[in-house]
């Protein structure tokens, strides 16, 4: 089947078999492998992608799905050379170790910040509790997104 996604703003054709998971859509077509692919059951989250901008595990949505629809990926998540409050708090407070689930918590706490610009703690646990994080105990993650919300987690640019 051909479909026609808008992919962080720029618009892709392709033709793929139609049991085609976005999440090797992503990554095998279109070279954006910052989507990682952890699981294929929805259990660890590492997936996580926005598809019309509601974040969405991408193992569990076919490519077909996406036809005519705009995917964000972690990709998109910076200006140019300007990282999103969300990447440059991972950066300062130490949220990613290993980084594999980096992009999905990113992604989904960018989604936060755009809709709760000053979330409680519990707030941010809740968001990514979607997410599994085998290296950090998540206590960095949450100060990465404390960090953002507090430096300028202004609503993001699509």
């Not at 139609?18 to 992503?26: D, G, N, T």
């Not at 974040?55 to 077909?64: G, H, I, N, W």
């Not at 005519?68 to 998109?76: F, H, K, M, P, S």
């Amino acid at each position: 089947m051909q479909i026609t996604v808008t992919v962080n703003g720029d618009e892709h054709t392709a033709d793929v078999e139609p049991r085609l998971l976005l999440v090797h859509f992503l990554r095998d077509t279109l070279g954006l492998t910052g989507t990682h692919w952890g699981c294929d059951t929805s259990n660890c989250g590492v997936c996580v992608v926005w598809l019309d901008g509601t974040p969405v595990k991408s193992c569990t949505v076919l490519a077909v799905m996406a036809d005519g629809r705009a995917v964000r990926t972690v990709e998109g998540l910076a200006a140019g050379a300007t990282l999103d409050p969300v990447q440059e708090g991972f950066v300062r407070c130490h949220g990613l170790q290993c980084g594999f689930c980096t992009p999905g918590m990113m992604l989904t706490a960018r989604w936060l910040l755009d809709h709760n610009p000053d979330p409680s703690e519990d707030e941010i646990r809740e968001a990514i509790s979607g997410q599994a994080c085998r290296c950090t105990g998540y206590e960095n993650i949450v100060r990465s997104v404390q960090w953002a919300a507090r430096e300028g987690a202004a609503v993001s640019k699509p």
